[in-house]
């Protein structure tokens, strides 16, 4: 397993069944406008993308001036591969990325259900719940440099 920048057509199946199950496959995603965006994923031994997310250049709504802003979005494991640590280092992926480019603040619109593991990858809260696509968000940001950066050695023989 490695976990490295790739191209968006390799988590697309990914994203597409976690996130986004009502669309068929080879619909468009929201975010394929955004062509500067980088993709990290954890891929496994056979070439399957086994978690993801993107990152792309954008301030917070609420400080829309800051010019080092990352959006993080669309993050996803398969499902049977949950809870063993690879949305950890992907997400290490991301903030090491981000940073590369001058990134100092990693943000997201978190899924309610997910607010746990970005807290756990030392996010804050930022407002309250707000519902986006009927689906209840909270703003979660972390500024990069508090941010840890996980080595955390995963098992991802598995059982997807
Ligand atoms: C959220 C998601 C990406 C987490 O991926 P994962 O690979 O299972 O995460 P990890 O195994 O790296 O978990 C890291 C830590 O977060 C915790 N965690 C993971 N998911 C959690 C959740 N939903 N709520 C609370 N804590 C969670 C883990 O227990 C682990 O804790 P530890 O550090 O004490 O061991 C995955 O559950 C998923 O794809 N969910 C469906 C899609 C989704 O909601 N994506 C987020 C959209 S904003």
Known sequence: MRVEVVDEALTRGLRRSVL??????????????????????????????????FIYRDAPPWQPGRTDGWHLRQMATLPGYRGRGLGALVVGAAV???????GALLWCNARESAIGFYLRQ???????????????????WLELGDAPTSSMQVEAGGDA
């Not at 068929?24 to 394929?32: E, Y």
């Not at 090491?96 to 001058?102: D, F, I, M, P, S």
């Not at 030392?122 to 979660?140: A, N, S």
């Open 96 to 102: 090491r990325q981000a940073r590369e480019r001058g």
């Open 20 to 53: 986004r199950p009502n669309l068929l496959p080879g619909a468009p995603l929201p975010g394929d406008e955004l062509t500067g965006a980088v993709h990290l994923g954890a891929i496994g031994d056979d070439g399957v993308a086994l978690c993801t997310c």
């Open 122 to 140: 030392g996010f804050r809260p930022h407002g309250g719940i707000f519902v986006e696509h009927e689906i209840p968000h909270q703003r979660l």
